[in-house]
């Protein structure tokens, strides 16, 4: 319930409960928000100077400036290990391999397949997930672990259609 004012009273009253629960997560909703498009801000500020910069210092620009100026951005406004953070990362991540294997295509230094991979990439990313959930569950995220207990936990009990409409979690014994 986090800093709900009506706490002491919430206990008796339901609603109010659900209340304080919405309201503390719009808050933590909208504060994501902020910090995320905040960080960005900076970040493409900082980008941009750095660019600027380095441009303006040798005359020209290289590739490398490019490289430079994000890795010095990322890890002064992304370099917080924290949720906001590691979620911009990780999605980066996934859109950083893709975009490095078709380079990879495109520059010949890995082969063009006659046949669609994806299908194979899928089917590795779903086995290693689960592999690593059944056998080393403490590796992965903790949201992706929450995620997952769910589908493939709680869901060997059932006890009514709600489970299936609502939430599934086990319930304590009567």
Not at 153 to 159: A, I, P, R
Request: with cysteine.
């Amino acid at each position: 319930m986090g800093n709900c004012p009506w706490n002491s009273w919430a206990h008796s009253h339901g609603s109010s409960l659900c209340l304080c629960s919405l309201r503390d997560k719009l808050r933590a909703i909208l504060q994501a928000t902020y910090t995320h498009s905040w960080n960005l801000a900076c970040f493409v500020f900082v980008y941009k100077g750095l660019c600027a910069l380095q441009a303006h210092t040798q005359g020209k620009t290289y590739q490398s400036h490019s490289f430079l100026a994000a890795f010095i951005g990322g890890f002064l406004l992304f370099g917080d290990n924290n949720n906001i953070n590691s979620q911009i990362n990780m999605y980066l991540t996934s859109r950083v391999l893709f975009a490095l294997c078709r380079l990879g295509v495109e520059k010949g230094y890995i082969p063009e397949l006659r046949w669609d991979p994806f299908p194979l990439y899928t089917a590795v990313v779903w086995g290693l997930v689960l592999w690593l959930f059944e056998y080393h569950r403490p590796t992965l995220q903790p949201s992706l672990q929450s995620s997952m207990t769910y589908l493939y936990e709680d869901s060997n009990v059932w006890h009514d259609l709600s489970d299936f409409l609502i939430y599934n979690k086990s319930r304590a014994s009567k």
